[in-house]
C-alpha cells in the first residue's frame, strides 16, 4: 500500500496534511477547490500553563477556547470537504481520504507570546510558561456520518500511518516532551463536532500519567522486572482471564484493576515506544484488529443486530520524546463512562477529589462480555 | 453551643448517629418510630480492591453497588425522617437535625469477605485485598429540598461537629488510612438521590492524591520550605489576585493552577492536619464562611436574584491517619464541571487518559466573579 502525503497551509497559516492511500489520489491539487481564502483572524496563539504545587501537574489555562464551534449544524461541519456544505470548511479540497490540520482553537501552539512571566505574582511555588506545543485534528473519512469501526483495514491503516506520520513530526518540534494521538467520541464525553475525528497533542511536558509510569517502570526495572508495560501483557496472557483477542502481534485485555465500566488496553508483543516505530506487519494487523476491537463496543450494551454506540476515550499512551524510551512501551487504552444504556460513570468526590476509583463492575465481567460480542 | 450525639443501630446491624444541636433534642428516644424493623439483607459487605501496576493506584471494585437506589421518588426518599413517605427510610426518627449513616450500598465495607486473594491470578504485579473500610452518608437536614447554603449557621455547625466527630471516629478504626468528608451535589455529577447529603469515605489506603502530596510536601520541607498547603495560603495571600474571602481564621481562594471551570480552596490559617483538630473558634468561623462560599457558587453563573443551582464537588483534604500529620495541611476543596448554563466541563482525552488539565478560563477570572457576587 502507498499513502501518499500532501502539504497545504490554510488561509491563517496553519498547516494540513492529506494522506491518499488510493489511486488516482482524490486530494492535493486535482481537487484542491482554491487556495484557502476565509478571512480567518490569525491563528491561535498559545495560552498559559502554571504547575500546580500540590500535584505537580502542569495545567493549561486556554481561555481562547470558550469561542470554539459547539455543535454546528450538518451542512456547516468544518471537517467535511470544502464545498459539500454551505460554508467553506476547514479542508480545501471536494474530497480527502484522511486528513490532519493544526487545531483552529488549540490548547497548545508553537505560536507562542512573549509576554509570559517565569513564575505566576513572581512567587517560586508557581513555575509558569507559555502553552506551547501543538494540537491538530485527524478526520478519519470524508464520510460525515461515519464512524472510525465502519472504515475500510485500508482507510483504518492509513490513519494509523497519518498517526505514525504525526508522531515523528511533532516529537521532532522544539519543546515537545511527549505525543498524545486520541479519539473522544459521543456527545456524553462532551465531544462537539460530530464528524468523525481524533486529536493529537503535542505536549511541552511529560504528562502526569507517564510521569508516574516512569517512575514505577524505572523502579520495576531496578527490581529485576522487563519493561513493565511488556511484563503486564505476559501476566494478562498467562492468566487469560481479561484477554479479549490475541493476534500475531497485538492482543487486547482487560486491565487487572480496570478503572473505568468499560476499559480495555492493546499493546504490542514487541517493545516499540510509539506508532512511529510499528512495522508494516504491526501496522496490518493493528488495522484489523482495533477495527474489530471498536465494533465490539458498540455490541457492549446492546447486541450485532442493534448496536448502543459507546462514547469513549482511545488515546495512545506513547514514550516521551526524550527519555524513558526502553521503559514505555505503547499502548492504546480505552474507556467509557456508558455503565448501562443511559447511565454514565461519573467521576464524583473519590475520583475526582482524591484519585482514588470505584468500579460498580470487575474487570472480569467486562472481559467476557467483549468476547461475548466477537463478530 | 451543645451537641448532642445519640447512637442507633438500623435492622441490618448498621451504626447511625444523631447530632441533635437544640433543646430539646428532636431525635433519638423521643422521637423515634419504632427500633427498624425493615427486611433488610444482611448489611453490604466488602468488594475487591486491587492495584494498579501502571499507576501504583489501588482501584475499588464494588460491583454489588450496581443495585442502589437511584433517584428514587421523594415521597420513597431513604434520607427524610421515617413516617414521612410513603415507606420506611433510613432513619428511624420523625425528625433530626443532622444524621450520619453508614451506608447501605458500601464501596468500602468493614464487613469483609475471607476469600480476597493476595494477588489477582497469582500475579506479583497485581495485589489484591478486600475492599475494607468504610462509607457513611451524612445528612444535612431533615428539609428534603433544602440545600447546605440554606442551613442556619448553627446547623451547619453542627454538620462541622459531626465529620469532626466521624473524623476521629474513623480514623480509630483498624485498618482506616485515611478520611474523606465530601459532598457532591448536583445531578449532573451522578447524585442519585435529592436529598441535602453528603458522603464520608474511610479508605484503607492513603488516596493517590494525598500520595502525591506527601511526595512533594516532603521535599518542599526538605528544600528549606514549611508545610507545604500554609506555604501556598501564605502566597496566595501576599498575591491577593485569587484571594475570595479571608476571615480571622480562614481564607478562600481560587488557586493559581486551578483545573476546574469554578474551583476554590478554603484552607486555616492556622496548621491543623483535619477537622477533629479545629477549636471551636475556628469551626465557628468555617460555618459562617462556608455558608458564605456556597451562597456564592450559585450566584457564579447566575446573579443573586436569579442563582443558577451550581453541581460542584466539595471535598475535605485532610492528613492520612498515620503519617504526615505535621506535612498536610486540612483543605476545603470545591470544584464544578458547569462552565456555563447549560455546558459542561468533560474530563475527555488529556484529562482522563493522560492526566493532563486543560482550563477554558483563568483562575483569576473565576475569582473576579467569586468576589464579584459577594452579599
Known amino acids: 500500500m502507498t499513502v501518499r502525503r500532501t502539504r497545504d497551509v490554510l488561509a491563517d497559516g496553519r498547516e494540513l496534511f492529506y494522506f491518499d492511500d488510493t489511486e488516482p489520489f482524490v486530494s492535493g491539487a486535482a481537487t484542491r477547490v482554491v487556495p484557502d481564502t476565509r478571512p480567518l483572524g490569525p491563528a491561535g496563539v498559545a495560552g498559559e500553563r502554571r504547575r500546580d504545587p500540590l500535584t505537580g501537574d502542569w495545567v493549561v489555562l486556554a481561555a481562547h477556547r470558550m469561542d470554539r464551534t459547539f455543535l454546528p449544524p450538518a451542512d456547516e461541519c468544518p471537517l467535511c470537504p470544502s464545498g459539500r456544505g454551505s460554508v467553506p470548511s476547514e479542508v480545501p479540497s471536494a474530497e480527502y481520504d484522511v486528513v490532519v490540520f493544526e487545531n483552529r482553537f488549540p490548547s497548545l501552539s508553537t505560536r507562542v507570546p512573549d509576554d509570559v512571566p517565569a513564575l505566576v505574582d513572581g512567587e517560586a511555588l508557581w513555575p509558569s510558561a507559555a502553552a506551547d506545543g501543538r494540537c491538530e485534528v485527524v478526520c478519519f473519512t470524508s464520510d460525515h456520518d461515519g464512524t472510525f469501526g465502519n472504515l475500510t483495514p485500508t482507510r483504518a491503516r492509513t490513519v494509523i500511518d497519518a498517526w505514525a506520520d504525526r508522531t515523528a513530526d511533532l516529537s521532532a518540534l522544539t519543546g515537545v516532551a511527549q505525543v498524545f494521538c486520541f479519539e473522544n467520541r459521543g456527545a456524553e464525553i462532551g465531544v462537539t463536532l460530530a464528524h468523525p475525528h481524533g486529536q493529537i497533542y503535542a505536549y511541552p511536558f511529560v504528562a502526569p500519567r507517564t510521569e508516574r509510569l516512569l517512575q514505577l517502570a ?69 488495522a484489523v484488529v482495533y477495527l474489530e476491537l471498536v465494533r465490539r463496543l458498540d455490541r457492549f450494551h446492546g447486541d450485532p443486530s442493534a448496536p448502543v454506540r459507546l462514547p469513549y476515550v482511545a488515546g495512545w499512551h506513547q514514550a516521551p520524546v526524550g527519555q524513558g524510551r526502553d521503559l514505555v512501551r505503547l499502548q492504546l487504552q480505552v474507556t467509557s463512562v456508558l455503565r448501562a444504556p443511559g447511565k454514565l460513570k461519573y467521576l464524583a468526590g473519590s475520583e475526582s477529589g482524591m484519585g482514588a476509583f470505584i468500579n460498580d463492575t470487575t474487570p472480569e465481567r467486562i472481559a467476557a462480555r467483549l468476547r461475548e460480542v466477537a463478530a
Open 218 to 286: 524505572a523502579g520495576h526495572r531496578a527490581g529485576g522486572g522487563g519493561d513493565l508495560v511488556g511484563d503486564v501483557l505476559a501476566a494478562e496472557r498467562r492468566a487469560g482471564a481479561r484477554v479479549v483477542l490475541a493476534g500475531e502481534h497485538w492482543t487486547a485485555y482487560v486491565p487487572a484493576a480496570a478503572r473505568w465500566p468499560v476499559e480495555v488496553h492493546l499493546t504490542p508483543h514487541r517493545h516499540v515506544p510509539d506508532l512511529a516505530a510499528l512495522d508494516d506487519a504491526e501496522r496490518d494487523e493493528l
